[in-house]
């Protein structure tokens, strides 16, 4: 089933806003089996509306249409529907009693320009909108489907989850999807490539591989495609099996599964308590460790040591050890961690001194040394990375490298 | 001069990649007074490409296309540009001579592969790419221009930034464009442009007014286009400074100026220091204030005290006020600010606590209640914030606004 995705817009032209919803759009399909032709933005005009959809609609068997469905009067994306349709406009009464509802909870009063918002085409599907003010559209023509959707991401992604998903899952049948995404660190694509290769060419002409690399992680993801959906997915988990033995020591988790959301579950689960002594990193790692909801349950606190003297005073690095090694140094990195395990009596602590950039590199020590600690019950491992010269990409490896430095060790068996 | 942009590559129709290049190009050439009439996304595919360049350059003074120019076989772009123009390919060889020192550099041995990026096609003029490998491509066609740029957005903003910027400049010859943009915080957008409302309709024809929001922040651009540059830029300042008189208490920076940035300036010529205490922001405000390069001169450190009893040992917050007034209090956060001021010695200290959810609500203290305080020699300011139910979103908005306050405090006279 071929897509296109038209985006209405003149926010999009003018590069106000980024074209989120098409990446998310696409992903969605393709998760399902269908693939995206083309896709387009057009600015708010009725004949470029017109002409796209015009277009779209002779190639593809599935087109969606996002925004221009707003209250005001830059907003033409329904009237134009209506034309091309050449449909009148009715009030749809289920909406409007939404309408009415969602005005009251906010006690704003409900104008004549929202109340025009319940108006539909007669001839699409009206789609109740229970996350905004705006109804979606579903038009059928010589068996090929339209949806118009507000260009709000969150109404978009609940109106498409709700109305569009069932029917692809109806479309594709006899096609049963599955899906897996293994989640790597610590290794680059390519020499995953390398490791992985004997596993990669053995795999069936039904199962597709696609590498997705982010900054200092790459997600391998499996799409397995036949009659059975059990048995797809027992050949996937027969697969993602082997490929643990190839190269387990770089996977972290799978699918949904963040770093710091598989440290959240290893310290509930061995009820173990973590702090963070951060320097080049300057608090990443806590804010990142503390993005998981509940993680007041095995993150008591942490220390942002910009300074050397508050290396010295709050983690008690000792004096002549900064003198002797320097604030950049394995030495000085082992008794941070080792400094704010004691300070807040946690069973891990993770560590981090380097040089970020742009300025405060030196022959010996480049821009882009960063020395990690992690101290646990068992000792201090420490790790030296060489990452780049941008100052944002040094602290966003660093955060990562250490993540990865401190599950390896709350994992180990003691 | 009308502009369409044409993405070319499979990642982006599959989702695994967001189109930013898009809408970084629409910002430049709207900045320089060129409007971009369509966005077009399209595979590596031959036809597709060639369909959609015979229709933009029909449409369009300028099309430029980004992506497909790898050395892997899936890259097509070059070889469809010399199919469409009728033209071969030559090696260009101060391109070659690039891609011998690129990689040399890094000690990587040139193959065939790579030394075919240095192939051009024989009708278009080279742009040497001192970025990547890729050379950027320049064609004219019956007055109308046409660029290809690799994907990467890096070399992609470079290529455009050396070579499209000047042409840009000698085709709007007569027209000078001055923009201004005004940086606000702290008031919704409806509610700045119920503010300004008297400025914004006196605003001449030739100078336009755009909103962009972002959270937590509404930025201002202005943008105007005339016959003299100087004329219309003293026009923009007079206008400022009229805004400035209607909602001064919002403004925090211009164009490229960020709080944390301006904070630093502040604090560099003040000679001044800071610190940070946070629970609900859980290391956000110390990883923004890094986020600056240079900021160890005025940042001296921060505890992040997520358990109480990290309130309590580290900070000295008293645990008489934890036990009356809670962790989420205005007692608390004052104390936790003198706390880390004293702690550290800075001259200012900012604090947060705040229930960032989804879990944590009461009824007296909703998710979302956010107490932020700022001690400086003055004393403490504090604030009391009800932002919504998302856990990030609460964390970024509660990180804004601290950093607002804390601006607001270095900027008193004393």
Redesign the interface.
């Known amino acids: 089933m071929k897509t296109e995705l038209i985006s209405i817009g003149d926010e ?9 919803n ?9 998760n399902f089996g269908f ?9 708010d005009e009725k004949s ?1 509306i017109i002409a796209s959809l015009d277009e779209a609609l002779q190639r593809n068997d599935l087109v969606i249409i996002t925004g221009g469905l707003g209250p005001t009067n830059d907003d033409i994306t329904k009237y134009t529907l209506c034309e091309y349709f050449h449909s009148g406009l009715v009030t749809h009464q289920p909406s409007l009693e939404l309408l009415k509802r969602f005005f009251q909870n906010r006690k704003i009063e409900l104008t004549e320009l929202n109340r025009k918002q319940a108006e539909v085409p007669e001839k699409c599907i009206p789609l109740l909108n229970y996350w905004g003010t705006a109804p979606g559209m579903c038009f059928e023509k010589d068996g090929k489907l339209l949806y118009s959707f507000p260009g709000v991401p969150f109404e978009m992604k609940s109106l498409f989850e709700t109305y569009v998903v069932p029917e692809l899952k109806k479309r594709g049948k006899g096609q049963a999807i599955v899906h897996k995404t293994i989640l790597t660190q610590g290794i680059g694509e390519s020499f995953l490539a390398d490791k992985i290769k004997s596993w990669e060419d053995s795999l069936p002409s039904y199962i597709h591989l ?1 590498y ?1 690399p982010q900054p200092g992680i790459v997600r391998l993801r499996l799409t397995a495609i036949g009659a059975s959906e059990s048995e797809l997915a027992a050949e996937i988990e027969n697969l993602v099996e082997k490929l643990i033995l190839l190269a387990g020591e770089w996977v972290y988790g799978f699918d949904e599964d963040t770093l710091e959301s598989v440290i959240g579950e290893l310290l509930k689960s061995k009820n173990k308590t973590v702090a ?1 002594a ?1 320097s080049c ?7 990142q ?3 998981v ?4 349950e095995y ?9 050397n ?2 290396k010295t005073s ?1 983690l008690s690095v000792n004096e002549e050890t900064l003198k002797t090694y320097g604030a950049v140094s394995e030495q000085t990195v082992t008794e941070m961690a080792l400094g704010v395990k004691k ?2 009596q946690t069973d891990f602590a993770v560590a981090t001194s380097g040089i ?4 405060g590199g030196t022959e010996e020590k480049p821009v882009g040394t960063v020395w990690i600690a992690v101290a646990s019950l068992q000792g201090v491992e420490t790790k030296q990375f060489a990452f780049g010269d941008n ?2 990409r040094n ?1 966003q490896r660093a955060l990562i490298s250490a993540l990865h430095l401190l599950k390896k060790q709350i994992e180990k068996k003691y």
């Open positions: 999009l032209l003018i590069g106000q806003v980024v074209n989120t098409a990446a998310w759009l696409a992903t969605q399909l393709n693939s995206v032709s083309r896709m387009l933005t057009v600015p470029e696609a997705l963070t951060e990193t300057g608090g990443a790692i806590a804010k460790i503390t993005s909801s509940g993680s007041s993150f008591k606190g942490g220390v942002v040591a910009y300074a003297e508050v709050l300070l807040l970020a950039g742009p300025d100052r944002e602290v």
